[in-house]
């Protein structure tokens, strides 16, 4: 292994439970409520102004999208603070070109073969090795990058949080819509294509060793030139010292992913101190069908526990999980934010929901989009807002599929 490869996997500790967001946001035309595509112009009038004092505006794959990144913050508070920061100076040079900002896992109505990649030597690296499909990765999410102090307890990071995967995914899901239509999933994101070569999650490995052993072969055989090229569900992310959780769809609203922020700190936080469970190879039984179940059902979803193999609801597994969670609340507003997200859990009503409720009151897509914009948009605290005026709607029964219940049961 060449000094380089071996320098990418230089881990730089941080500390503990220290939290980092990267927030991708849509760029929205202000008339019709398409993807614009206009990140170059956009992004040069976010960095006129003055330098930014926390944070970074970057460039996505494609020139529809943007993204918004926090400093490295003590607690959700300080996520709050610099997300709505860069979202100002976002916003206000989105307007400046005919253009707004929105959350969302996906545009509700935009065709992906309608996307401009965005100009840059590593993009068109990508394009050279996937072609047309890299528009297709036009998806919106919301990653988090929680500090770790010691290198040796990353792998265990990692395979700890595998199992609340779904949670995450259920509590997140704001991407029911794809190219105009329902597709019948609250996370369509979850399943949007995916081309990259190294999977969806990390081998199973006990220490950084182990773990580095194994990317180290594959750096030998040429899958991946360094650590930035895996994409897995939760990975390692050494320049920082952190562990990075990136299935979430972007939310509706900076409070909502402040809220997420917080959750996935008091996990991480009761993981460490409290080391409940030490996770096993065989936990992964159950990983994909429970990410299904979280990206299609949403908070109705079945759960298997990956200990008992037995079913039960996730939102019952959420609501016990953020019971717990609460006993480890600190930081200024971590209980105000558990208490929002056991709302969410208790009715139902994560973003996809939310959406669909939108959908019902507008005349087209476009203009759902354009209403969801103004969630982003809006502060403080648009989930109260734009939220309260909305109906519930009533949460449809799901079973378990059958061939679930003969396995598991």
């Not at 035309?29 to 992004?43: V, Y």
Request: charged content about 20%.
């Amino acid at each position: 292994m060449s000094n380089s490869a071996q320098h990418s996997f230089d881990f730089a500790p941080s500390a503990d439970m220290s939290l980092g967001v990267e927030l991708e946001l849509q760029l929205i035309d202000a008339e019709t409520g398409d993807l614009a595509q206009r990140s170059p112009q956009i992004l040069q009038a976010a960095r006129l102004p003055r330098p930014l004092a926390r944070g970074a505006i970057v460039p996505e794959v494609s020139a529809g999208m943007i993204e918004i990144s926090t400093g490295v913050c003590a607690n959700a508070c300080e996520v709050a603070t610099d997300l709505e920061s860069l979202r100002s100076r976002v916003s206000c040079a989105a307007a400046e070109h005919g253009a707004r900002i929105s959350g969302g896992g996906l545009h509700p109505s935009k065709h992906w073969s309608e996307q401009q990649i965005f100009d840059s030597p590593r993009y068109r690296d990508l394009t050279s090795l996937y072609g047309e499909v890299l528009k297709q990765t036009t998806v919106f999410g919301q990653h988090i990058h929680l500090g770790c102090g010691d290198v040796e307890r990353v792998p265990l990071l990692m395979h700890q949080l595998a199992r609340y995967v779904p949670h995450f995914i259920a509590l997140s899901a704001s991407s029911p819509f794809m190219e105009g239509r329902d597709t019948g999933f609250d996370s369509t994101r979850t399943y949007c294509p995916n081309p990259f070569p190294t999977g969806p999650r990390a081998p199973f490995t006990n220490s950084w060793h182990e773990l580095i052993a194994y990317l180290s072969k594959w750096l030998a055989c040429g899958v991946i030139k360094s650590i930035k090229d895996l994409h897995w569900d939760i990975r390692p992310k050494p320049e920082y010292g952190t562990v990075e959780i990136r299935v979430l769809d972007s939310p509706l609203s900076i409070e909502r992913a402040a809220a997420l922020a917080s959750f996935a700190q008091l996990l991480g936080t009761w993981l460490l101190e409290s080391q409940p469970f030490i996770p096993r190879d065989e936990d992964y039984l159950v990983y994909e069908y429970n990410k299904y179940q979280a990206a299609k059902f949403g908070l109705q979803a079945i759960y298997v526990d990956p200990m008992t193999r037995k079913q039960l609801l996730l939102r019952d597994h959420l609501g016990n999980l953020l019971s717990t969670l609460a006993r480890h609340a600190s930081a200024p507003r971590d209980e105000e934010r558990l208490a929002t997200l056991r709302k969410v859990v208790s009715t139902s009503q994560n973003d996809a929901t939310v959406l669909r409720s939108l959908r019902g009151r507008c005349r087209s897509v476009k203009e759902m989009a354009l209403l969801a914009a103004g969630m982003m948009e809006t502060s403080p605290k648009p989930d109260d807002a734009v939220r309260a005026s909305m109906p519930l709607l009533t949460a449809v029964p799901r079973e378990p599929l059958s061939v679930s219940r003969s396995r598991w049961a």
